[in-house]
């Protein structure tokens, strides 16, 4: 019986029908040797993988080619169309694939693909006529039509999984609504590590972290202030100015830290709508301290940490100290030895909260050394072969009211963050005591960090430097007098990395914390 003639109706059909006249008798499978046979199935199943839907335009069902050849263009225009986008500007497509409904779109497109890719190969299976082929060849076409099941049907699939999975973390994750402008050419971001282990009442940030990024250059500047700081009165205007007029004032009953726990047990005082009236108390001492107006938060738990870690697959830390697992209230099970280790779950967040025989300012270094660790090993490969496990670990880790609208802005702000040397100042012994402290050095010292970065990125730009004010050569003066006095009257171990920072070049040049003292991030 003859086959009916193939008349091509479109340019992309045309462009088969040419590419496959090379192939004597693809479109039929009578009178073919052995040999012609084993070649035409073999090329039909190829062809399949290659733009699916061939095989059925030239071979079979050609109502079903068409479509699926359609489906095809359609995706792979989509695919250059959103490469086009990334080129011009990368803010804008990581925006637009961050948003829930383009992700659930995508999670049908994908698995609707899968199964009609999975019915093409196996269609191009049947149309090869394996019946007639030699038993060895017929056995070959068949592992090779399971195995490219496997890799383009099944690829699809995992790939769609781990599209509904981004998009559930996603829409958990960033809840929210209101997007803020850049406050004097930067966006503040408080970030806190909160801990609430079971020998502790409520949560409490230990690790609280001030980082101000450039909305242009991306170069950042962190600021640490201690747990145990004391004294803080508040911005006039602000909602604790309102319910503390005098200040958090009490002495050691109230440290920054305890803040949290007596604002969450007092949260019916705050404003009606308050998601966090924690977080609202924390943010508005750490503006008063740093004298910067905060636009977002970030809350790491630090139990979910420990999951984040094992999803991404351990973290590599060079350790200079031996560091105990356990102590104060519970017996030292085990140690972490100096040298480079690579950390689990459970390593990581003791070596990340462990207290016995160390300050708290060399704890917060580690804390912070442990964070620089997963920032600089979370690259693209480990994102892509684990996101699930990523995106699982991440539900209740994080806790942020950054929109999901502001992703993309901020995506591109990291990336240009990550390839700069970030600065950093820890307001600590012996740059200040936390305890008896001048606030007007602490925001001359912001303000002379931020301006040093400032002059840094022009100066990498190329554009000439301003001259420094008189300002923060005062400021410096200040810093060093003020320092002097805390190193007579406290003492601090020696060796710690309590991201001490030489006084005069935190006011005048941001000098970045001495991590290196504790340990390092080893890539």
């Given amino acids: 019986m003859t086959p009916p003639s193939f008349a091509p109706t479109t340019a992309a059909e045309q462009g088969v029908y040419l590419a496959t006249r090379a192939v004597p008798g693809l479109r039929t499978a009578e009178v073919l040797g052995p040999r012609m046979a084993r070649r035409r199935a073999f090329t039909l199943v190829l062809l399949t993988v290659m733009v699916p839907g061939v095989a059925q335009l030239v071979a079979g069902n050609r109502s079903l080619g068409r479509f699926a050849i359609r489906c095809w263009l359609v995706l792979v225009s989509a ?31 994908l698995t609707a693909y899968a199964v009609l890719w999975a019915v093409l190969l196996l269609d191009a299976w049947r149309l090869a006529r394996p019946s007639g082929l030699l038993v060895r060849a017929r056995r070959v076409l068949t592992g090779l039509t399971a195995g490219l099941l496997v890799v383009t049907s099944g690829g699809l699939v995992y790939a769609a999984s781990s599209v509904g999975a981004g998009k559930d973390a996603l829409n958990a994750l960033f809840q929210g609504h209101q997007a803020l402008d850049a406050v004097d050419g930067r966006y503040n971001i408080l970030v806190l590590g909160a801990d609430s282990g079971k020998d502790r009442v409520g949560t409490r940030p230990d690790s609280i972290q001030l980082v101000s990024v450039d909305a242009r250059t991306g170069r950042a500047v962190t600021f640490g202030f201690s ?5 803080i009165n508040f911005r006039p205007g602000s909602t604790m100015a309102s319910l503390m007029p005098e200040g958090w004032n009490c002495g050691d ?12 047990d007092h949260a019916t005082q705050f404003p009606a709508g308050t998601s966090n009236a924690g977080v609202l108390a924390t943010r508005e001492a750490v503006e008063a301290l740093s ?3 905060i636009q977002y938060y970030v809350m790491v738990d630090l139990n979910g940490f420990r999951k984040m870690v094992d999803a991404v697959g351990g973290l590599d830390v ?9 102590g104060g209230t519970s017996p030292v099970v085990a140690w972490i030895e100096p ?5 689990d779950g459970y390593h990581a967040l003791w070596y990340a909260r462990s207290r016995s025989g160390s ?19 979370l690259d693209p490969e480990t994102l892509v072969t684990r996101f699930q496990k990523i995106a699982g670990a991440s539900s209740g880790l994080i806790q942020t009211d950054l929109p999901q609208s502001e992703l993309g802005r901020f995506a591109e702000l990291a990336m240009k963050t990550r390839v700069q040397k970030i600065r950093g100042v820890n307001f600590v012994p012996p740059l200040m005591k936390p305890w008896d402290y001048d606030p007007a050095l602490v925001t001359s010292t912001v303000k002379a960090a931020i301006e040093a970065s400032e002059k840094s990125s022009k100066a990498k730009d190329g554009s000439a430097s301003p001259p420094s004010s008189a300002k923060p050569k005062a400021t410096a003066n200040a810093t060093a007098k003020t320092t002097t006095n805390a190193t007579a ?6 060796q710690p990395g309590t991201a001490v920072v030489d006084p005069a070049k935190a006011a005048g040049n941001a000098a970045e914390s001495d991590l290196s003292s504790v340990c390092s991030a080893a890539s």
């Fill in 489 to 494: 009257k406290t003492t601090v171990r020696a």
């Fill in 291 to 293: 004298g910067l107006r």
């Fill in 79 to 109: 695919a250059a169309a959103m490469g086009a986008v990334s080129f011009v500007s990368r803010a804008a497509a990581i925006g637009l694939v961050s948003r829930g409904w383009v992700l659930a779109s995508l999670q049908w497109v």
């Fill in 253 to 264: 009953g109230c440290l920054l830290n305890g803040l949290y726990t007596w604002a969450q």
């Fill in 227 to 231: 747990r145990d700081t004391e004294n």
């Fill in 339 to 343: 040298g480079r280790q690579h950390l």
């Fill in 318 to 326: 060079t350790v200079r100290f031996r560091t105990p697992i356990g």
């Fill in 359 to 377: 300050t708290n300012y060399e704890r917060m270094a580690r804390q912070r050394c442990v964070m620089t660790a997963m920032i600089d090993q």
